[in-house]
């Protein structure tokens, strides 16, 4: 996985916005922007990040990371960073009245600890350590359209690949002025409403599953809890149980982080109002919490959690698509941070190969990568998804588990993605069972 070393010895880089080329131009340093940007600047290339807001900023999120983001964060040499970060041990479920607590689980490959903290301060920390480590990186600089050999020729159902980027044309927010900037490959890595990766011609895949969700910050006396928490009963406003959960996250200095986040699929469930489900989730919740809607810091914002590898295509000749501009959060649950920093640090192998001599051969493998990666556990994860969008199925189901802290504990496992391949146990046992009718019946 670790990208190729440099043996060149050109210069390492090139004043952005000159005549230069760069090797790469990344588009967007949030998580997986910043990875892939300290991934290739690590191995020494000239990578150029343009991120169009200022550092520190907000970002909608849950600011929860599992065991696999802080393993990403560990090898990005940020171990020390996150001290001063909210530790928790693992999750504990709630539903129809029923509490059971599970510690994340032992691996090879992951701490069993996870972190709660701010994406204001988490993505000001990677994308400093991309820059520390040698990446140009350019606030407040917004990449306006992307430069084109040709003009992208969608086929009936979209283009197959991304047309070949040399740059972008970028607008400094602040003075207003553009300028282009020219690389020999470009990596979108905008995020979930990826204009910039729309404008090359990507799309989602409307029948992939889509996260819709709410979140604020509060301030509560059980904000250093050593549990993150989730009830996995929320109801809509005619109180019918709908696929997706409610969370509160403890920031351990003052304030948890509170939410509701909804699966769509097919269409369904699009018209349940977030904000309402917010509401009814706050006087829903615990009251040791001591959250209602008085209670919010700010008002809470919303956003969408693209699943599944829902947008394509990712690759074209000259470039990659990384993160969510890729539609790569876990269908399972909802999780986007840690698959950001992952696709970010294959896209960097790749490119780091290409660089090298492979030429554009190097970016095909980054699908294949994807694919090995992730390909038919989110493919699991969608018929998984597809299945409990249907109420009584996903009653069932939460009744069913929370009755066994065994089943809870094998769920956990899977749908965190960390199952061990060292290990023939439940969770794995009973994941392969899924794969194979993933595998035989897609949409089971
Ligand atoms: C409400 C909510 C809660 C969530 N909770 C969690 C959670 O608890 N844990 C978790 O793991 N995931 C969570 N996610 C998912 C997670 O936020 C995303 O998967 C993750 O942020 C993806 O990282 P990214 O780098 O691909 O995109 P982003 O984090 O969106 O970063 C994209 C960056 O690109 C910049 N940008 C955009 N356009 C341009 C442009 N044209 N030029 C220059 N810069 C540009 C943006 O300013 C931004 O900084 C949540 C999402 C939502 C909406």
Known sequence: MAPQTKTSSRPRRAAAGDDAVHDVLVVGAGPAGSACAYWLADAG???????????????????????????????????????????????????????????????????NVGYVITRHDLDQMVAERAAKAGAQLLQGTEAAEPLLAQAPAPGRNGPERLPDCMGALVVDRATKTTRHIRAKYVVVADGANSRFGRALGAERDRDHPLGMALRGYFRSPR???????????????????????????????????????????????????????????????????????????????????PMGLSVAPRVGATTLAIGDAAGAINPFNGEGIAYGYETGRLAAACLGRALSGEGTAALDDYERQLQDAFGLYYQVARDFVRMISHPKVMEVCVRTGMHSEGIMGVLLKIMGNLLRPDEQGVAEVAYKALAAAARTVPGW
């Open 45 to 111: 290339w000239d990578v150029v990040v343009v991120e169009k807001k200022q550092f520190p900023r907000e970002k909608t999120c849950g600011d929860g990371l599992t065991p696999r983001s802080v393993r990403q964060l560990t090898d990005m040499g940020l171990a020390g960073a996150l001290a001063g970060a909210h530790r928790y041990r693992g999750l504990r479920s709630c539903a129809y009245g029923m509490t059971m607590e599970l510690a994340w689980p032992l691996h090879p490959s992951f701490p």
């Open 223 to 305: 904000h250093d809890d050593e549990f993150i928490e989730s009830h996995l009963d929320i109801r809509d406003a005619e109180g019918t149980v709908v696929p997706g959960y409610g969370w509160i996250f403890p920031l351990g200095d003052g304030r948890v982080n509170v939410g509701v986040g909804l699966l769509s699929t097919d269409g369904r469930h699009k018209g349940v109002n977030t904000t309402t489900l917010m509401h009814a989730f706050l006087d829903w919740a615990p009251k040791s919490w001591g959250l209602s809607p008085a209670g919010a810091l700010a008002p809470p914002t919303g956003g969408k959690l």
